[in-house]
């Protein structure tokens, strides 16, 4: 437990990061307050400033506008004109707070050995520092606020602003690559915080996101049109979910749309199919950080898209908004190809919980209920997926014990009996002594049966950077 790991040497460490990432949850949650309140408006998130509403005074950032400590400081009023100040924006700063750390105890602080807490990252996160696992961190801390952010939006308005979703999956286009090139050395069958990829389904995810800008391209150039681009003139503002008497019709625009990434697909499993490397050894872990999150894109994409069209087909009316499309597409992009869809088939079961809930608190209240999106429901199951991870492992071996669950490995660079450096010696993985408790190999890792490691009776510095022993390791193939 974590109380178990309260020394000075543990304080030392994790206590500057943690106050770093509290303090950088809050001001994201200060962001994400007018992401909400001006997204949808259609206002700019930068001008004006952030002022009072009633007598127009700007909010000072190192004072009125100063993330939780503001709000405390002025007692929730203007300092000008005692406008009230609503408390749920200093409530959702601390508690952007409170879940930027809560993610960095759980991934950073808590051991990989301790039960569930330790289980939601696993060994991987344990044995990296935060200063080079900071990308993969901030991936997973912005995928959590954009998901409140979308949550709240999408239940006001019934939708999502495109923006959110597209930001996101572009930093995670940006920021995977970066965290494959600043990872520690690691023996390759050790789990990674997303699904690698071949070199075929890296030249499948290529040739997709390939069609992806193509499209994007005609129809910006006027070649392909928007969908529902006459939505307005059947449907009122304040009728969300009314009937739209051609949604089959759109479903064919929407179709032409994904003939370039579909073509892309098959000419990107073509090329791979040629390639000479390929099936022999997987990509450096830049190019599989990079195509695992396009694959997950992809992946969060196409599963929600195609119920959205083979469901509009059948009952004439829209199934499911381009919201969420692209809402399951960013999560993707963060957590790999699996997780949207287990999300999306996790998903139904909140919305029965919401309509239940909310059909208890009509009977007493005796106001009628109000619908909710789909979108918060996806956002929901993508919470409780990652933070109850050990309990949904738990569940697949005991429904489909014969179905080997899909895992987060990166694919072998080399062959697996014995990895070379480049000198043509065996590749050796260090670890100062007081991490050997906690990484001492087993000769198991990650359920590969064969692997192990065996110390080197010599180590060419014997004293690490920071005048610790260090200990050296040598991956070993069967029997080795």
């Given at each position: 437990m974590l109380l178990a790991d309260l020394n000075s040497t543990t304080l030392l460490t994790h206590l500057?990061?943690?106050?770093?990432?509290?303090?950088?949850?809050?001001?994201?949650?200060?962001?994400?307050?007018?992401?909400?309140?001006?997204?949808?408006?259609?206002?700019?998130?930068?001008?004006?400033?952030?002022?009072?509403?009633r007598c127009g005074a700007r909010l000072r950032f190192f004072r009125e506008n100063l993330p939780i400590l503001g709000w405390l400081l002025l007692r929730g009023r203007c300092r000008y004109c005692r406008q009230s100040f609503s408390a749920g924006y200093m409530f959702v700063e601390l508690g952007m707070a409170l879940l930027f750390v809560f993610l960095y105890?759980?991934?950073?602080?808590?051991?990989?050995?301790?039960?569930?807490?330790?289980?939601?990252?696993?060994?991987?996160?344990?044995?990296?520092?935060?200063?080079?696992a900071w990308p993969a961190y901030v991936l997973l801390s912005f995928?959590?606020?954009s998901l409140w952010a979308m949550t709240v939006i999408d239940a006001r308005t019934?939708?999502?602003?495109?923006?959110?979703?597209?930001?996101?999956?572009?930093?995670?286009?940006?920021?995977?690559?970066?965290?494959?090139?600043?990872?520690?050395?690691?023996?390759?069958?050790?789990?990674?915080?997303?699904?690698?990829?071949?070199w075929w389904w890296f030249t499948v995810s290529c040739g997709g996101m390939l069609g992806v800008i193509v499209s994007r391209l005609l129809l910006a150039v006027g070649l392909f049109r928007w969908s529902f681009a006459d939505y307005e003139e059947y449907v009122q503002d304040d009728e969300p979910l009314a009937d739209y008497p051609h949604a089959r019709r759109e479903m064919g625009v929407e179709l032409i749309y994904l003939l370039p990434i579909i073509a892309g697909l098959i000419l990107g499993g073509v090329v791979g199919g040629m390639l000479p490397e390929a099936g022999a050894a997987g990509p450096a872990r830049v190019l599989q950080?990079?195509?695992?999150?396009?694959?997950?894109?992809?992946?969060?994409?196409?599963?929600?898209?195609?119920?959205?069209?083979?469901?509009?087909?059948?009952?004439?009316?829209e199934a499911m908004g381009l919201g969420d499309v692209h809402l399951m597409g960013a999560v993707g992009a963060v957590l790999g190809w699996f997780d949207p869809l287990v999300v999306f088939f996790l998903a139904p079961f909140f919305g029965l919980a919401w309509v239940f809930v909310a059909g208890l608190v009509s009977r007493f209240t005796r106001k009628q209920g109000r619908e909710l999106p789909y979108g918060p429901h996806l956002a929901a199951a993508t919470v409780v997926l990652f933070f109850a991870r050990p309990m949904f492992v738990d569940a697949w071996q005991v429904m489909v014990p014969t179905i080997p669950m899909p895992q987060r490995v990166l694919e072998p660079l080399a062959d697996p009996k014995m990895s070379l450096a480049p000198s043509g010696h065996p590749e050796i993985v260090e670890f100062p002594d007081p991490f050997l408790d906690e990484f001492r190999p087993s000769g198991r890792l990650n359920g590969r049966r064969g692997l192990g490691m065996v110390a080197s009776t010599t180590s060419p510095d014997p004293l690490g950077s920071a005048g610790t022993p260090v200990v050296t390791w040598m991956v070993t193939g069967p029997g080795e």
């Open positions: 500057p990061w943690v106050v770093f990432v509290f303090c950088l949850g809050a001001c994201v949650g200060s962001f994400v307050n007018v992401v909400v309140h001006r997204l949808p408006r259609g206002m700019s998130l930068s001008v004006p400033p952030s002022r009072c509403e105890v759980v991934l950073f602080w808590v051991s990989w050995r301790t039960p569930w807490l330790g289980s939601i990252g696993g060994e991987w996160w344990s044995m990296q520092s935060f200063a080079r995928l959590m606020a019934f939708t999502i602003p495109i923006q959110i979703p597209m930001f996101i999956t572009i930093l995670a286009f940006v920021l995977w690559p970066v965290q494959g090139a600043l990872a520690t050395a690691w023996p390759r069958a050790v789990t990674w915080p997303i699904p690698g990829v071949t950080a990079l195509g695992g999150s396009f694959i997950g894109y992809l992946s969060g994409c196409g599963i929600v898209w195609a119920v959205r069209m083979f469901g509009t087909l059948a009952f004439g009316r």
